[in-house]
């Protein structure tokens, strides 16, 4: 059973482009979230979703940042117009229906030039 | 009230010894624990969990130590080695639908030295 895959593992993108960062949760998994962690520091939540709905993006900047999990198809974090202050890991995890755990990718890590 | 606070911001230890992280937490509210370890350049891994309706979970070398009337947990490695050298958060959740965002603490750089 393979884990939560995340891709790009690093990308990189200049100032005003769009970031799009890819996260396919572990098999049988309906909950995704999406975290940030900037350089030593922890991790910061930015949004949960479930297919087809947002449950909670309580900690999601309100510009720039959208979120989906289509009913097909991987979540997509997207971050238009970056500035240097994205740049971060940014973590996708997922957990089951009705569990307690959440099992976290490997992270994809945006540079902003 | 949704903050978790962390210490040390780092440890060393002697290989063999007992590492101790602390934790600490405001909202009553939360009801699940977890502790996760995360290499360089790696995503974080569940290490273990515990929810306030016991004192204590053992599984191998790691334990947590829960205290609710404290609103403090904490994390023992024992008989540590050089490959617990990592950096480790605690966790706390809220239970509820639609409120299950894990709320970390700032993180732990332990170094297990020989």
């Known amino acids: 059973n393979a884990g939560v895959m995340q891709n790009p593992r690093h990308l990189v993108r200049r100032r005003g482009q769009e970031a799009r960062l890819r996260c396919s949760p572990m098999?049988?998994?309906?909950?995704v979230y999406w975290y940030r962690q900037l350089p030593e520091e922890g991790l910061k939540f930015m949004v949960y979703?479930?297919?087809?709905?947002?449950?909670?993006e309580s900690g999601m900047p309100k510009e720039r940042f959208s979120a989906e999990f289509p009913k097909e198809g991987p979540s997509i974090l997207r971050i238009q117009q970056v500035v240097r202050g994205d740049s971060a890991a940014y973590f996708c995890?997922?957990?089951?229906?009705?569990?307690?755990?959440?099992?976290f990718g490997p992270g994809t890590r945006l540079t902003v030039l | 009230q949704q903050q978790v606070k962390q210490s040390p911001q780092s440890l060393i230890v002697q290989k063999g010894g007992i590492s101790i992280i602390n934790c600490a937490y405001e909202?009553?509210?939360?009801?699940?624990f977890p502790w996760y370890q995360q290499f360089p350049g790696k995503g974080p891994a569940l290490l273990i969990a515990?929810?306030?309706?016991?004192s204590e979970k053992k599984e191998g070398r790691f334990t947590i130590s829960f205290n609710k009337s404290a609103k403090q947990f904490s994390l023992h490695i024992m008989d540590s080695q050089p490959g617990d050298s990592a950096t480790y958060f605690c966790?706390?959740?809220?239970?509820?639908?639609?409120?299950?965002?894990?709320?970390f603490g700032t993180g732990t750089r332990l170094t297990i030295i020989p």
């Open positions: 995890a997922s957990s089951p229906v009705d569990r307690d755990e959440q099992f």
């Open positions: 098999k049988g998994h309906s909950h």
């Open positions: 979703l479930q297919k087809e709905n947002i449950i909670d």
């Open positions: 909202n009553t509210a939360f009801d699940y």
């Open positions: 515990i929810r306030p309706d016991v």
């Open positions: 966790a706390a959740r809220i239970s509820n639908f639609g409120n299950e965002k894990l709320t």
